[in-house]
């Protein structure tokens, strides 16, 4: 299966979600610069973490012009994966691809830890190999990772089953202090309601190897790999 | 001529930018103030004659701001 990594300036997790990708068998990736304007012959595509153009005018507001996401919206559209990974969520959710829309935490902190996510969905072609309600142990990098929509909106994620995943503890409770930055509903990752678009603000790319502290990112990439 | 665009967050939208400037504000002695706001302005020069305000509307709705969780409005100043 054949992974594009798309490279905006700014971008900086692009090289560790190409490393991620490679670790696993039959898996190949390749960065794919913005100013592309196709993604013929990819199999899935990654949006990566980072800084696009400096979050200059609000996070993922200009990636969301690059040409490349001309071509990301007909590969979604023709019901190929793309998965949006922190930067990455928010440019999908600038898009249009996701609904709602990224602000600052909370506690307006940068925070930078593990933290713990539940499993709300196996629907789609990311966590299909996950349990319902598994907990996951992933890191979060990010300054504007607050969720956010309108009431409508939140009733029509819930209502389709796609809020993919929620902060949560350890025993995977949804409570306050599980909320890192203040995400409506502890929404930490949704789906489109085709399910194959999914964005999450957490790092799974940098919970695939044992010495970084977890392997629960594993199951996302097993996931799309086995679809 | 130009277009001065102001952003701001919704009202609906938390806002602690603002919320963290207003606290600092009452250290400063400021009472019984309400809520504080912080947004952007955008400043772009454009030829004389040349506004379309139709076409700055689009501009601001689709790229300037973003209409789930921002307001704007724009003046044209001279």
Redesign the interface.
């Known amino acids: 299966m054949r992974f594009a990594v798309l490279q905006f300036p700014g971008s900086n997790c692009d090289q560790d979600a190409v490393a991620a990708v490679r670790s696993f068998p039959g898996a190949s990736a390749d960065l794919v610069w913005h100013k592309t304007n196709s993604l013929a012959g990819f199999d899935a595509v990654i949006v990566p973490g980072g800084f696009s153009y400096g979050d200059y ?2 996070c993922g ?1 200009i990636a969301q ?1 690059s040409p490349i996401l001309a071509a990301v919206k007909e590969f979604a559209a023709q019901g190929g994966p793309v998965l949006g990974i922190c930067n990455g969520f928010q440019i999908l ?2 898009s249009g691809l996701l ?3 990224l ?6 902190h940068f925070l930078c830890e593990h933290i713990h996510l539940r499993v709300e969905t196996t629907a789609t072609p990311f966590t299909k190999n996950a349990r319902p309600g598994q907990v996951l142990r992933i890191p979060i990098a990010h300054g504007e990772g ?1 969720y ?3 009431d409508a909106t939140l009733a029509e994620l819930e209502n389709n089953g796609q809020i993919a995943f929620r902060y949560t503890d350890a025993t995977g409770a949804t409570t306050e202090a599980a909320n890192p930055n ?1 995400s409506r509903a502890h929404i930490a990752g949704i789906r489109n309601a085709a399910g194959n678009v999914l964005g999450l603000m957490p790092h799974p790319e940098r919970a695939c190897d044992a010495l970084l502290g977890s392997t629960d990112g594993r199951v996302l990439f097993e996931s799309i790999l086995s679809s | 001529m130009k277009a001065v665009v102001t952003v701001t967050p919704k009202k609906s939208v938390l806002d602690p930018q603002g919320a963290a400037v207003a606290q600092a504000l009452a250290h400063h002695g400021l009472e019984n103030i309400g809520k504080v706001r912080i947004g952007k302005s955008i400043e772009i020069e454009l030829p004389a004659g040349t506004i379309d305000e139709a076409r700055l509307h689009q501009l601001c709705r689709d790229f300037l701001s973003n209409p789930v969780i921002e307001d704007y409005t724009f003046e044209i100043v001279a």
């Not at chain 1, 602000?103 to 307006?108: C, E, F, M, Q, T």
């Open positions: 005018l609000r507001a012009f959710c600038e609904p709602g829309a602000v600052r935490n909370r506690d307006l607050n956010v929509c309108d203040g």
